[in-house]
């Protein structure tokens, strides 16, 4: 009776004080790293430790999009199309995004906001903050 008794006491302190190296899903090793529990491959792309914890989050036409969710995009941003770095270039004259010699234009729209959620690319409406469009490789104009 005495041992079923210690099997409770440590079952019921690993229930109150569980172990814990970092954010959930984070290998310890990760956890230690900067930025946290961002693969150093991932890092070295400019991915932060947010945007890597949103990755897996998908967002369809008509969705909402919390403020604190989505990065405006902005000269001098970082985004990822089917493995490929681009940088924002020029939000004045429309959304410009440039990899090595080759220049993109996102179409100019007064209705919404180019913003960034991990890697993806969403055109949201300034008001309801819902997704207007999800930017593709494909909707990209070659300027």
């Known amino acids: 009776m005495k041992r079923l008794g210690t099997i409770a006491v ?3 302190t690993a229930l109150a ?16 790293k900067s930025p946290a529990c961002v693969p150093p491959g991932q890092a070295k792309k400019g991915v932060n430790a947010r945007e890597w914890r949103d990755r897996d ?3 369809d036409v008509g969705d909402w999009i919390s403020r604190d969710r ?4 902005g000269e001098g941003d970082r985004v990822i199309f089917d493995g490929e770095e681009y940088v924002v270039v020029d ?3 429309g959304t410009i995004l440039r990899r090595g010699d080759d ?9 919404g906001d180019y ?3 991990g890697s993806d690319i969403f055109r949201i409406n300034r008001e ?13 104009i070659l300027s």
Request: charged share 25%; proline share 11%; net charge positive.
């Open 70 to 73: 989505y990065v405006v995009l």
């Open 17 to 32: 004080f569980p172990a814990s190296a970092g954010p959930k899903g984070c290998p310890p090793g990760l956890a230690k």
């Open 10 to 12: 440590v079952v019921a």
């Open 57 to 59: 989050e998908r967002y």
């Open 128 to 140: 309801t903050q819902q997704v207007i469009e999800i930017i593709r490789l494909a909707d990209l």
């Open 115 to 117: 913003v960034r959620v």
């Open 91 to 93: 939000t004045d004259n």
């Open 103 to 111: 220049w993109y234009r996102l179409p100019p729209r007064d209705d």
